[in-house]
């Protein structure tokens, strides 16, 4: 037996959680009741292994939202009732198959206990005792099915989670807000020698950023949705917050990726103007990264043309989203350059419903609000 292990994991967690991540730890639900745990087993025709039962008597899954606790794979970690429901709706994707197809893709006796929720996806355990299986890890992805081999144990699962908390690497647990958050900065920075070259003539064959003909246009709410709180915080803080912010965030892209040694860009980002001599040279910039595989400066020559050409709610907006491919700390640094303010909520569809900020351009969610409580009227 290792429910002992589940014990000795869950205490670690716990209480890193509580030191570093109070928000995440208090999402956790409380023990489910061994009845409950028993009347799901024979609702879905399984054993839990006792790992599962040992983990669900120390927390009935937690409280969805972004201060959820989710595996370093971005799994969250699910409750009683929503294991049940998720384990009969893979269920449900599996019917018709035959039986080879079905054990390949999701067997009767797998159980669902962690999911991705952007898609199907989700870790499993085998709850079939007649297996050589039973009890082990596996993923479930919608494209190839589950596949085994994540854990030999839940206890073993979770004190890889213990252990990715106190000793991080990759992905990187960082708390913002007092909550986890799982990175992992998928590029590097690739060595960057500025050339000496003169700027780019006006014939030269050179990518096209697409930019905006107004600077000033108004931003989309889809560019702020990755940002959380954050987002919200650029929708309604001061516009010359946001300028400073935006000019801000500029400079540290500019200086993180090497580019600020162009003196036509350091320059342009000090005096923004939609005709800057900057935009060819961030053009030549995109077109040299492209050929190297430098996916992050072509990026980042794309966002730094929004930002020199004065579009500051699309730089504040696109930058930390650059940033973040390099960068595990990005909402902490974008949170000090709109200048510490206490944070909202993770803004809802009635948040964006109700801004009123011309320039984000809500009005997609304002139409949706008014359709709604015209049909509710």
Known sequence: MTTHLVDAAWDRIDRWLLTH?????????PPAREEDIRAAERELGVDFPPDLCASLLRHDGTRPGPEALRFDDDDRLLGLREIVEATEMMRSFAQGLDADDEDGYWSHGYVKFGAYEVTSDG????????????????????????????????????????????????????????????????????????????????????????????????????????????????????????????????????????????????????????DSPAIPRLRAVRASAESRGDHVRAKAALELAHAVRGSVYRAVAEIPTTRAMYAPLWRDDLHADLGSPPLPPDPDDTFWARLRNPAIDADAYADWFTEGHCIQD
């Open 21 to 29: 991540a109070p928000r995440t730890f208090a999402a956790l639900a």
């Open 123 to 274: 870790v499993a355990i085998d709850c079939d005792p007649r297996r050589d299986t039973y009890g082990t890890i596996g993923r479930f992805f919608d494209e190839i099915g589950t596949t085994f081999g994540k854990a030999d144990s839940l206890s073993a699962y979770l004190t890889r989670l213990a252990d990715r908390l106190e000793i991080p690497g990759h992905p990187i647990p960082v708390t913002f807000a007092g909550r986890l958050i799982w990175e992992d900065p998928s590029q590097r920075l690739p060595e960057w020698e500025p050339t000496d070259t003169p700027l780019p003539g006006p014939d030269a064959e050179l990518p096209s950023f697409d930019l905006p003909e107004d600077p000033s246009e108004r931003l989309k709410v889809g560019f702020l949705d990755g940002l959380e709180e954050l987002g919200a915080l650029v929708a309604t803080l001061p516009p010359e917050r946001i300028a400073e912010a935006a000019r801000a965030q500029a400079r540290r892209l500019a200086d993180e990726t090497g580019l600020a040694a162009y003196a036509e860009i350091t320059e342009a980002l000090d005096t923004p103007s939609p």
